[in-house]
């Protein structure tokens, strides 16, 4: 919804659930410089690696998530609800879901791939 001065007010269960993959599904609020996402990941459900010029912060809600950063044989951290993981700009990063998780991601700049859907390494199988 509009509101004076360019600014938005958004209700998450009015933004649409996008099924990404069998094991992933999003939900996507924009604004010009920065990214919000409602992520649900299963139980099992893999992230591959890769790695994005955006900057990234993740905050489990619900849950709990493995990371790896910098390289697959790296020790993972643990992520559960109410833990924040600062992601740099184009550090390589997998993510493995351990429970059902819901986490929140914020990415600045905002990710195009997710915006065009050319985000293919989500969309494996």
Same mark, same amino acid.
């Given at each position: 919804? &509009? !509101?004076?001065?360019?600014?938005? +007010?958004?209700? %998450? $269960?009015? =933004?649409? @659930? $996008?099924?990404?993959?069998?094991?992933?599904?999003?939900? @996507?609020?924009?604004?010009?410089?920065?990214? !919000?996402?409602? =992520?649900?990941?299963? *139980?099992?459900?893999? =992230?591959?690696?890769?790695?994005?010029?955006?900057?990234?912060?993740?905050?489990?809600? $619900?849950?709990?998530?493995?990371?790896?950063?910098? #390289?697959?044989?790296?020790?993972?951290?643990?992520? +559960?609800?109410?833990?924040?993981? @600062? @992601? &740099?700009?184009?550090?390589?990063?997998?993510?493995?879901?351990?429970?059902?998780?819901?986490?929140?991601?914020?990415?600045?700049?905002?990710?195009?791939? %997710?915006?065009? +859907?050319?985000?293919?390494?989500? #969309?494996? *199988?």
């Amino acid at each position: 919804m &509009p !509101l004076p001065l360019g600014a938005y +007010k958004y209700k %998450w $269960e009015d =933004v649409p @659930i $996008e099924k990404v993959n069998p094991m992933l599904d999003r939900r @996507i609020i924009t604004g010009e410089r920065i990214m !919000l996402a409602h =992520v649900y990941l299963k *139980k099992g459900c893999i =992230v591959p690696f890769h790695q994005h010029e955006n900057e990234q912060l993740t905050y489990i809600l $619900e849950g709990a998530t493995l990371f790896w950063l910098g #390289k697959e044989d790296s020790e993972p951290v643990l992520l +559960k609800s109410g833990d924040v993981l @600062i @992601i &740099p700009s184009n550090v390589p990063h997998k993510a493995q879901a351990v429970e059902d998780t819901l986490d929140v991601d914020i990415f600045s700049p905002p990710r195009q791939d %997710w915006l065009n +859907k050319t985000d293919l390494y989500l #969309k494996q *199988k």
